[in-house]
């Protein structure tokens, strides 16, 4: 019987590198005879991911005049519809790589409710995407965390997107929402199954180099997974 894959997600504001780290964190898991099956959200040709991208590019009004209810739904419909390619992944003892996944949500999506109803809100999303879809749960999260500022401006290095024609979506170009994002963050690295990785030397106060920074995140993965493998030894 193939024991069951896990589920990792990689988590971080907009512009903090998380598909450079998912990229590089593939190769070497590979490298170690790993399999892996690696994917992102928001995926914009699903039927829920391209209104994503249509609130993304304010085609559905400004961030201030949609609500944020209707907005995670769309983020969770999205991660609804790659269910089956997740499950049969872990099913078929494959670790799952994920740019982005749950933590995405309750991050940005509770940054956009007033702070006396955010716990609340977080409940909602974890029973909506948990419960009412049935995700699979990360077994990891890595959050690389980057100041906002910071990581606005490296928003404007992007490349072009499909899904909008504009430098910046319409999360990016808030700073005050992606500050608010990144506290949402860090209260949620709090969690057990989340890993921080500073990606901000702030003595030199510039981006600590993308290698030095995925040999941290590779050390947290095979040591978090040679403890999960351990512990179902037992």
């Known amino acids: 019987m193939t024991a069951p894959g896990k589920l990792i997600a990689v988590e971080g ?7 450079t780290q998912v990229e590089r964190l593939t190769l070497a898991l590979k490298a170690r005879g790993y399999s ?18 249509q609130f993304l590019n304010g085609d559905l009004g400004s961030l201030e005049n949609v609500d944020p209810h209707f907005t995670t739904l769309l983020y969770a419909g999205d991660r ?10 872990l099913n078929n003892g494959q670790i799952v790589l994920v740019d982005r996944y749950v933590g995405s949500n309750l991050a940005h999506q509770t940054a956009r409710v007033p702070s006396e109803k955010r716990a609340v809100f977080l409940e909602w999303i974890e029973h909506l995407e948990y419960g009412i879809y049935g995700l699979p749960k990360e077994d990891l999260v890595l959050y690389l965390r980057v100041p ?3 990581a606005q401006k490296l928003v404007a290095l992007k490349s072009a997107r499909s899904y909008t024609s504009a430098q910046k979506d319409l999360l990016e170009a808030s700073l005050r929402h992606l500050e608010d994002a990144a506290q949402m963050y860090d209260s949620l690295s709090k969690r057990p199954n989340w890993n921080t990785i500073e990606c901000f030397d702030t003595k030199r106060n510039q981006m600590r180099p993308a290698e030095h920074i995925a040999s941290e995140v590779s050390g947290i993965v095979l040591l978090s997974l040679s403890a999960l493998a351990k512990k179902e030894a037992r």
């Open 13 to 19: 504001i907009d512009g903090s590198g998380k598909r």
């Open 36 to 53: 892996i099956y690696s994917t992102g959200f928001p995926q914009y040709e699903s039927w829920f991911g391209k209104m994503v991208g």
């Open 80 to 89: 609804f519809e790659a269910k089956p390619k997740l499950e049969a992944a």
């Open 148 to 150: 906002a500022m910071e």
